[in-house]
């Protein structure tokens, strides 16, 4: 006869009530932060910051399912039903990871890869405490809708107008002439995109909340229904000033599916799918509407061409992740734009990693929505009513066991208060959205500017209380909102985000969670108990250890920036305002380098500096994983110096050599070296030396550099004067002959400079 395993003792509960109100801690706080901090710089101190607050919560999360263990659920339905998500999820990112060694972008791609392994291992982890407690995660989330909305109206208030000031006076605000004009069309647009990279990623998160609040607007009563309902109001009109059409149609599409699934009968099926229609048809009937979607549709089918040709050329193992962005110059049609993503998540994945895996996330998202679909015949819950099998009796959540019954007024106030002071801690302490505050009224006074955050941390602190007593929106709410991300995704790339990626992964494990029926675990044995706990520690080191690299990295990679772009405007200064505005650039500079202010913007200590600050980011960047970024500045400082002091421009060679050797497929490096080569080549004309080695390496590397990116022309005009300094006439008629064929096809920035 098998014993039965004994109930858990008073200690493991203890640990167990303890671990859950840390864990309902998080609930709130990393949905409340994720919005407010941008992903686009991985060594960001907001980043780090999160990673460790994620890392931590995955760690609580594995203790929790280490002591507790729920009844499986009885394998009936369907095949698909009898998948879990998580199996094809952890199979998904060991590709993805084996993606991030062959990756042409090592960092970038290793930073994504953990991103997403820790948003979505965080909420899987948190899984016991999301069922427990589903009110907690509520008001996380809609404490994050708020503070967004916040965000969004400073931004449309004042932020922008002072962006486009800020460009209007100084046009050399963006250094690099290829971005430039987008930096100046972005600034001038009406659409908003508050503290997210772009406003289609803001849009992705907000169609992703919208279906739950539109779930609590309606169920709810009194005083909760105003408090929804005004965020529901206020979330469509920031969806509106986002300007996604793609994230619209995602939304109605999405909310039509969720219907035709709830509502039984085929006429009101029918009813639902006509109305959409109507929908679109009366949008399309608008010519501002049907102008952009067509100018948007025609771009991104010049993306999708070009990851069809990269599909092509590797269609088993893709070009590694990130590897759109390197391969898509070669590859992109000549009338398309610039991009550095596929804008079609599905299409991404084959790119970079394979059709193979390709297939293997589409079947990973099938699966996902299938857990999720609501069922006509249910009113409260849907799915599985778990039945514990087995020789010990279950202890219910509401039992004395893990979780007590439903949460008190003094756990939820400690769970809002840990969520207000991370927050205060992120905004008021580490500076996050100061430069926003910034442009706010008197924001240039530091007391003001403290002021504005302050208040900021006040207003999301209130909201939280606000939305504290609101339920857990239905199944069908969550299964809706995943439903439109995931469709979205189909035209855009905001699963590259993280601030997408979290929001999206507790939605989802919040619909699973009200799924199932009541609570129901029994203590996880020792060795269970133990793997947990070695499994937590694991993460949480593992990912300490990298956010202190990640911040000495990031530390050097802001001084070689700072240094790059006191060079440039050094370089480019003409008049005396621009000289004198160069020289305290430069004198910043310095200083953070702990050096003395230089004499003049050619003394020979900025040289010295400058040759230092290069070694030291070239030695940075070539260390596990290799980080482009890094090596930019170092590139970007030897252009800068060669230009400001031409008696540099032997001594910056051996490093331009380094950075080309090790990005063979980057044609930034090849092209600065290539520069580096020609003046050379210049010079030694000027001075009648005989020697034409480099004019020949000058031409070589600038045939290389437009194979890589051949219908940028004026990268031709590089090759056509290389070529003559080199004496090779039949190369210059050539590229002269192919800038006249390709200018009318190209997109107008990639057209030559003078008119052949």
Same mark, same amino acid.
């Given at each position: 006869?098998?014993?039965?395993?004994?109930?858990?003792?008073?200690?493991?509960?203890?640990?167990?009530?303890?671990?859950?109100?840390?864990?309902?801690?998080?609930?709130?706080?990393?949905?409340?932060?994720?919005?407010?901090?941008?992903?686009?710089?991985?060594?960001?101190?907001?980043?780090?910051?999160?990673?460790?607050?994620?890392?931590?919560?995955?760690?609580?999360?594995?203790?929790?399912?280490?002591?507790?263990?729920?009844?499986?659920?009885?394998?009936?339905?369907?095949?698909?039903?009898?998948?879990?998500?998580?199996?094809?999820?952890?199979?998904?990112?060991?590709?993805?990871?084996?993606?991030?060694?062959?990756?042409?972008?090592?960092?970038?791609?290793?930073?994504?890869?953990?991103?997403? /392994? #820790?948003?979505?291992?965080?909420?899987?982890?948190?899984?016991?405490?999301?069922?427990?407690?589903?009110?907690?995660?509520?008001?996380?989330?809609?404490?994050?809708?708020?503070?967004?909305?916040?965000?969004?109206?400073?931004?449309?208030?004042?932020?922008?107008?002072?962006?486009?000031?800020?460009?209007?006076?100084?046009?050399?605000?963006?250094?690099?002439?290829?971005?430039?004009?987008?930096?100046?069309?972005?600034?001038?647009?009406?659409?908003?995109?508050?503290?997210?990279?772009?406003?289609? /990623?803001?849009?992705?998160?907000?169609?992703?909340?919208?279906?739950?609040?539109?779930?609590?607007?309606?169920?709810?009563?009194?005083?909760?229904?105003?408090?929804?309902?005004?965020?529901?109001?206020?979330?469509?009109?920031?969806?509106?000033?986002?300007?996604?059409?793609?994230?619209?149609?995602?939304?109605?599409?999405?909310?039509?599916?969720?219907?035709?699934?709830?509502?039984?009968?085929?006429?009101?099926?029918?009813?639902?799918?006509?109305?959409?229609?109507?929908?679109?048809?009366?949008?399309?009937?608008?010519?501002?509407?049907? /102008?952009?979607?067509?100018?948007?549709?025609?771009?991104?089918?010049?993306?999708?061409?070009?990851?069809?040709?990269?599909?092509?050329?590797?269609?088993?193992?893709?070009?590694?992740?990130?590897?759109?962005?390197?391969?898509?110059?070669?590859?992109?049609?000549?009338?398309?734009?610039?991009?550095?993503?596929?804008?079609?998540?599905?299409?991404?994945?084959?790119?970079?990693?394979?059709?193979?895996?390709?297939?293997?996330?589409?079947?990973?998202?099938?699966?996902?929505?299938?857990?999720?679909?609501?069922?006509?015949?249910? %009113?409260?819950?849907?799915?599985?009513?778990?039945?514990?099998?087995?020789?010990?009796?279950?202890?219910?959540?509401?039992?004395?066991?893990?979780?007590?019954?439903?949460?008190?007024?003094?756990?939820?106030?400690?769970?809002?208060?840990?969520?207000?002071?991370?927050?205060?801690?992120?905004?008021?302490?580490?500076?996050?959205?100061?430069?926003?505050?910034?442009?706010?009224?008197?924001?240039?006074?530091?007391?003001?500017?403290?002021?504005?955050?302050?208040?900021?941390?006040?207003?999301?602190?209130?909201?939280?209380?606000?939305?504290?007593?609101?339920?857990?929106?239905?199944?069908?709410?969550?299964?809706?909102?995943?439903?439109?991300?995931?469709?979205?995704?189909?035209?855009?790339?905001?699963?590259?985000?993280?601030?997408?990626?979290?929001?999206?992964?507790?939605?989802?494990?919040?619909?699973?969670?009200?799924?199932?029926?009541?609570?129901?675990?029994?203590?996880?044995?020792?060795?269970?108990?133990?793997?947990?706990?070695?499994?937590?520690?694991?993460?949480?080191? %593992?990912?300490?250890?990298?956010?202190?690299?990640?911040?000495?990295?990031?530390?050097?990679?802001?001084?070689?920036?700072?240094?790059?772009?006191?060079?440039?405007?050094?370089?480019?200064?003409?008049?005396?305002?621009?000289?004198?505005?160069?020289?305290?650039?430069?004198?910043?500079?310095?200083?953070?380098?702990?050096?003395?202010?230089?004499?003049?913007?050619?003394?020979?200590?900025?040289?010295?500096?400058?040759?230092?600050?290069?070694?030291?980011?070239?030695?940075?960047?070539?260390?596990?994983?290799?980080?482009?970024?890094?090596?930019?500045?170092?590139?970007?400082?030897?252009?800068?110096?060669?230009?400001?002091?031409?008696?540099?421009?032997?001594?910056?060679?051996?490093?331009?050599?380094?950075?080309?050797?090790?990005?063979?497929?980057?044609?930034?490096?090849?092209?600065?070296?290539?520069?580096?080569?020609?003046?050379?080549?210049?010079?030694?004309?000027?001075?009648?030396?005989?020697?034409?080695?480099?004019?020949?390496?000058?031409?070589?590397?600038?045939?290389?550099?437009?194979?890589?990116?051949?219908?940028? #022309?004026?990268?031709?005009?590089?090759?056509?004067?290389?070529?003559?300094?080199?004496?090779?006439?039949?190369?210059?008629?050539?590229?002269?002959?192919?800038?006249? %064929?390709?200018?009318?096809?190209?997109?107008?920035?990639?057209?030559?400079?003078?008119?052949?």
């Amino acid at each position: 006869m098998i014993a039965a395993p004994p109930l858990a003792t008073p200690a493991e509960l203890r640990l167990q009530r303890g671990l859950v109100r840390v864990g309902g801690a998080w609930l709130v706080i990393l949905p409340l932060l994720r919005p407010l901090i941008w992903s686009g710089e991985a060594t960001d101190l907001g980043n780090l910051f999160y990673l460790v607050l994620l890392a931590a919560a995955f760690a609580t999360g594995l203790l929790c399912r280490g002591l507790a263990v729920e009844p499986r659920e009885p394998m009936v339905g369907s095949p698909w039903s009898r998948l879990q998500p998580a199996w094809l999820g952890a199979a998904v990112l060991a590709a993805a990871a084996w993606g991030c060694w062959r990756s042409p972008l090592p960092a970038a791609a290793w930073a994504l890869w953990t991103a997403w /392994t #820790l948003h979505l291992g965080a909420a899987w982890a948190l899984w016991p405490v999301i069922r427990a407690r589903p009110g907690l995660l509520v008001a996380g989330l809609l404490g994050g809708l708020a503070g967004e909305l916040l965000v969004l109206v400073g931004q449309g208030s004042w932020e922008r107008a002072a962006l486009q000031r800020a460009f209007r006076e100084d046009p050399n605000l963006v250094g690099r002439d290829d971005l430039r004009e987008q930096f100046a069309v972005r600034v001038a647009s009406w659409r908003l995109e508050g503290s997210f990279l772009l406003a289609n /990623t803001l849009a992705a998160y907000l169609i992703t909340l919208w279906p739950l609040l539109a779930d609590l607007t309606w169920r709810c009563r009194g005083a909760a229904r105003w408090t929804a309902g005004t965020l529901l109001a206020l979330a469509t009109v920031a969806l509106a000033c986002s300007g996604s059409k793609a994230g619209i149609l995602a939304l109605l599409v999405a909310l039509a599916v969720t219907g035709i699934l709830l509502i039984p009968g085929w006429r009101w099926r029918a009813a639902i799918v006509a109305g959409l229609l109507a929908i679109c048809a009366l949008a399309a009937l608008v010519p501002w509407v049907r /102008t952009h979607a067509v100018a948007s549709a025609d771009v991104r089918l010049g993306y999708w061409q070009a990851a069809g040709a990269m599909i092509a050329e590797r269609p088993w193992c893709g070009f590694g992740v990130n590897g759109f962005e390197s391969a898509f110059p070669r590859l992109k049609p000549a009338w398309v734009e610039d991009t550095i993503f596929a804008h079609q998540e599905t299409l991404q994945a084959a790119a970079d990693l394979g059709v193979p895996v390709a297939f293997a996330l589409l079947a990973w998202w099938a699966v996902l929505l299938v857990r999720l679909r609501p069922r006509a015949a249910s %009113a409260g819950h849907a799915g599985f009513s778990p039945k514990p099998s087995g020789a010990a009796p279950p202890q219910s959540m509401a039992g004395g066991g893990l979780l007590a019954g439903p949460a008190g007024a003094a756990e939820t106030l400690g769970a809002l208060g840990a969520g207000s002071a991370a927050l205060a801690l992120l905004v008021v302490g580490l500076g996050q959205l100061g430069s926003g505050f910034a442009s706010y009224p008197c924001g240039d006074l530091p007391g003001v500017r403290l002021g504005w955050a302050v208040g900021f941390v006040v207003l999301v602190a209130g909201a939280l209380l606000a939305v504290r007593r609101l339920p857990p929106p239905r199944p069908a709410a969550c299964f809706a909102g995943v439903l439109a991300c995931l469709l979205h995704a189909q035209a855009d790339f905001h699963l590259h985000s993280a601030q997408v990626v979290g929001v999206l992964a507790l939605v989802a494990m919040l619909g699973l969670a009200q799924q199932r029926g009541a609570l129901e675990v029994r203590p996880g044995s020792p060795r269970r108990q133990l793997v947990g706990a070695i499994a937590g520690l694991a993460v949480l080191i %593992a990912v300490l250890a990298g956010v202190v690299l990640s911040s000495q990295r990031g530390e050097l990679l802001r001084e070689g920036r700072g240094l790059a772009e006191a060079l440039r405007r050094c370089s480019q200064a003409g008049t005396a305002e621009q000289r004198a505005a160069a020289q305290q650039y430069l004198d910043i500079a310095l200083e953070r380098a702990g050096q003395p202010p230089a004499r003049s913007l050619r003394d020979e200590q900025v040289a010295v500096v400058a040759l230092a600050a290069m070694g030291a980011l070239i030695a940075e960047g070539g260390r596990f994983p290799a980080d482009r970024d890094v090596d930019h500045e170092a590139a970007a400082i030897a252009v800068h110096l060669a230009g400001l002091d031409p008696r540099q421009l032997d001594a910056v060679g051996p490093f331009l050599e380094v950075l080309a050797a090790r990005w063979p497929g980057e044609l930034l490096y090849i092209q600065a070296l290539g520069e580096q080569r020609r003046r050379v080549a210049e010079r030694a004309r000027q001075r009648r030396q005989g020697s034409t080695q480099a004019a020949h390496e000058a031409q070589t590397l600038a045939a290389r550099v437009v194979a890589l990116y051949p219908t940028r #022309l004026y990268l031709r005009e590089d090759l056509i004067a290389a070529a003559r300094l080199a004496g090779d006439e039949a190369t210059a008629q050539r590229e002269i002959a192919a800038i006249r %064929a390709l200018t009318p096809l190209v997109w107008p920035p990639n057209r030559a400079k003078r008119d052949w």
